[in-house]
């Protein structure tokens, strides 16, 4: 097993650059995915494999990756961005594990 | 579209099984793996199990591993999680979800709306 390491709260106000970051040892080798989890709904698929966008998302999510840590980053954030955000990633023997979820405000 | 809905949830023993389902709708389901999941509230999801779209390949979580099994009908599409010996930390909510279509089987595209499970004496 693997740990994903994310900041429990990220803050920013309507219109700025929200960026949430991932690190862990696993994403080196492999890749990360980030779902937007909003109260009393399942999580919604927004990134992956470290910077595609999955067809609904808007232009204003998008991701990367430096050495070992990948950062979601939705640039002009609005009021219904808010919520939790998870990481992702799965290792070589086939188990799949969350970061511990940050949450937008904004 | 893609519609994912469970069901089997409620309320349970400790020691106890249940087994939940997941009817799919939207997408060919023989084609793709599938995932259980389960959160607790307040809590980050867990990836519970996997198998392959032909159901040959299967991944276990090993918090769970001995007692849940995942399975599927791909005639009747729908996806299965057998859980026995049911503790109290087993309380979540427990999504199924599919992989992403022709990309990954590391992820997971669309979630169903959960379907909670208590343990409780």
């Known amino acids: 097993s693997y740990d994903l390491a994310q900041p429990p709260s990220v803050s920013v106000s309507p219109g700025q650059t929200a960026r949430i970051t991932c690190s862990g040892d696993?994403?080196?080798?492999?890749?990360a995915y980030w779902y937007r989890q909003k109260p009393g709904q399942a999580p919604v698929l927004v990134i992956y494999?470290?910077?595609q966008r999955p067809s609904g998302i808007p232009e204003r999510f998008s991701g990367s990756r430096s050495g070992t840590t990948v950062t979601l980053t939705i640039s002009g954030v609005q009021a219904e961005d808010e919520g939790d955000y998870y990481c992702?990633?799965?290792?070589?023997?086939?188990?799949?594990?969350f970061g511990g979820g940050s949450k937008l405000t904004v | 579209q893609v519609q994912l809905v469970e069901s089997g949830g409620g309320v349970v023993q400790p020691g106890g099984s249940l087994t939940l389902s997941c009817a799919a709708s939207?997408?060919?389901?023989?084609?793709?793996?599938m995932h259980w999941i389960r959160q607790t509230p307040g809590k980050g999801p867990e990836w519970l199990a996997f198998?392959?779209?032909?159901?040959?390949?299967?991944y276990t979580a090993d918090s769970v591993k001995g007692r849940f099994t995942i399975s599927r009908d791909n005639s009747k599409d729908t996806l299965f999680l057998q859980m026995h010996s049911l503790r109290t930390e087993d309380t979540a909510v427990y999504y199924c979800?599919?992989?992403?279509?022709?990309?990954?089987?590391?992820?997971?595209?669309?979630w169903g709306q959960g379907t909670m499970v208590t343990v409780s004496s």
């Open positions: 979800a599919n992989s992403i279509e022709g990309v990954t089987d590391d992820a997971f595209d669309t």
């Open positions: 939207g997408f060919i389901f023989s084609s793709l793996g």
């Open positions: 198998i392959r779209y032909d159901g040959d390949f299967i």
């Open positions: 696993a994403l080196a080798k492999q890749y």
């Open positions: 494999k470290f910077t």
């Open positions: 992702q990633s799965a290792d070589s023997a086939g188990t799949y594990v």
